[in-house]
């Protein structure tokens, strides 16, 4: 199997824990994730992974150096984003159809219900997340605020706050009217008594939310959620600092 050559010194030895080469070939290895350790989309993935004990292979691409918009990242993935997932001779994009699957092809322990209305809700409060709060506060979104609009930084995390805060309180309601219905306090989990798809996008979220300072106190669901969450070794073994 062929793997690419370094694109330059910037790339090469990007992740020191897994590979010194550039980014890979999608037939150059079983299953390697390209990957951004701070990325809320790779985060989820990697909360997946973690969590059906899945080996990957990583490979860093360094948002804040533009390595995405190489053109050898982008022969990867067109979008120049992250995270891109290459398995066996293809390549998959887009953090919750990489999440879907894997949940297809490795179904234990399940990321969504069996039942068909509450897999709607699962994948209703993961898209409020990955859809609905996420795209508003993505690097090249700020960083187009600030080159055309001329935003600064205090002007930019009031944006980030405001889309934030907006989605957290729908999401908030809605964990509300789920628990009740379901009597399940203390909350531990977006929905049931497992870790699912809306938690795996909660948790990147909320650690987002937190790094640009987001006042947290008007969440009592989520922030029970994450803490409970971030207890757990698959969540601990994907977090950014590790």
């Not at 179904?107 to 509450?118: G, I, Q, Y």
């Not at 969450?229 to 601990?236: D, G, K, M, Q, T």
């Amino acid at each position: 199997m062929s793997v690419n050559k370094p694109v330059s010194d910037a790339v090469k030895g990007a992740n020191k824990k897994t590979d010194k080469k550039a980014y890979k070939n999608p037939g150059a290895m079983e299953m390697c994730l390209h990957n951004y350790h701070r990325s809320s989309a790779a985060y989820r993935v990697r909360i997946a992974l973690a969590l059906k004990n899945i080996h990957s292979d990583t490979i860093t691409v360094n948002l804040l150096e533009g390595q995405q918009q190489s053109p050898e990242y982008l022969a990867i993935n067109p979008q120049g984003l992250v995270p891109a997932l290459c398995i066996e001779n293809n390549v998959l994009t887009q953090s919750l159809a990489i999440i879907e699957y894997l949940d297809e092809r490795h179904p234990s322990p399940a990321l969504l219900p069996e039942n068909l209305l509450a897999k709607a809700q699962v994948r209703a409060m993961a898209q409020q997340i990955a859809i609905d709060i996420h795209p508003l506060n993505n690097l090249r979104v700020l960083n187009y605020l600030k080159e055309n609009f001329n935003c600064s930084d205090s002007e930019k995390t009031q944006w980030i706050s405001h889309w934030i805060a907006q989605g957290f309180t729908a999401l908030e309601q809605t964990l509300t009217a789920q628990h009740k219905h379901t009597d399940q306090t203390p909350s531990q989990y977006c929905f049931g008594s497992q870790p699912s798809l809306a938690d795996i996008c909660l948790i990147p979220q909320v650690y987002n939310a937190k790094r640009f300072g987001v006042a947290m106190q008007a969440y009592p669901n989520i922030n029970a959620i994450v803490d409970h969450c971030n207890s757990l070794p698959a969540f601990i073994t994907a977090a950014p600092d590790q």
